[in-house]
């Protein structure tokens, strides 16, 4: 969507290196919390993420109800900080369980 249809300008991005045993730990994050409610949200579900496999410094606040400008905020405490970054993709959108790729299309994926 972020290539094909330039959606979602303004987002902000940090990059961070990742173990091969944070790929497990975020698989599992995933497969765990692949869920949405009010007060579970996508900033809920992002945060919640990124602290997962964040170390000391990098962990972020975590607040009773999240927003997309409240998480906006706490990855702009980022001197590396990105926003509209380039995101490379080979139009595959996936994660990796138990040593296997799971692809998925987004409903309407342009791609499927």
């Known amino acids: 969507y972020i290539r094909v249809s330039n959606k979602y300008l303004g987002r902000i991005s ?4 990742l173990s091969k045993q944070d790929v497990k730990t975020i698989s ?9 409610n009010p007060l579970n949200n ?4 992002a945060i919640n993420l990124w602290n997962s496999v964040a ?3 990098e962990v972020l606040d ?4 999240y927003t997309p400008s409240k998480l906006a905020s706490q990855l702009k405490q980022f001197k590396n900080y990105k926003i509209n970054k380039h995101i490379n993709t080979k139009n595959k959108f996936g994660y990796y369980l138990d ?3 799971n692809q998925f299309y ?3 994926d342009l791609y499927a």
């Open 14 to 17: 940090v990059t961070k290196f």
């Open 28 to 36: 599992n994050y995933i497969k765990n919390n692949d869920r949405w």
């Open 42 to 45: 996508c900033s809920c579900f």
């Open 55 to 57: 170390l000391g410094n």
């Open 62 to 65: 975590t607040y009773f109800i």
């Open 99 to 101: 040593g296997y790729y």
């Open 106 to 108: 987004l409903q309407g």
